[in-house]
């Protein structure tokens, strides 16, 4: 039998809830670091290179803050979908994902090609309207 704990000093936490738990905080870690990246990037910048002008440094903090905005409306509207999903009365995702599986390979394909088109077009504009 597989060992189903993790054993620390003082607690012991099952390997399931704390899988979830690091699952459901990684997107709240990332955006952190990004804005961590985001306040102290020119700071690092000038260690690592004197001459580094404001110029040079505003290039990779747009890139960052460009980035941040694309994740904060990508999980924002995520958010909105998941709360009006079942109060227009739609199928759970369970449903819509096991008649997805129905569908033929080259559906199947066409649409996540859609999707990542789309998503990157998304990308792309929050890109742009931040430069």
Do not use: H
Not at 88 to 109: E, H, R
């Amino acid at each position: 039998m597989t060992n189903l704990y993790l054993r620390l000093p003082g607690f012991t936490m099952p390997k399931i809830y704390m899988a979830t738990v690091l699952k459901k905080i990684e997107p709240l870690v990332l955006f952190l670091l990004l804005l961590l990246g985001w306040s102290y990037g020119p700071g690092w910048l000038r260690l690592v290179d004197e001459t580094v002008g404001n110029v040079d440094q505003s290039i990779w903090l747009l890139i960052l803050l460009s980035l941040m905005t694309f994740l904060l409306i990508s999980s924002l509207c995520w958010w909105l979908l998941q709360r009006f999903w079942l109060l227009a009365g739609l199928p759970s995702f369970v449903l819509m994902v096991s008649q997805f599986k129905t569908l033929q390979l080259w559906q199947q394909l066409s649409f996540y090609w859609l999707s990542f088109a789309t998503l990157l077009l998304a990308a792309l504009g929050s890109l742009m309207a931040i430069c």
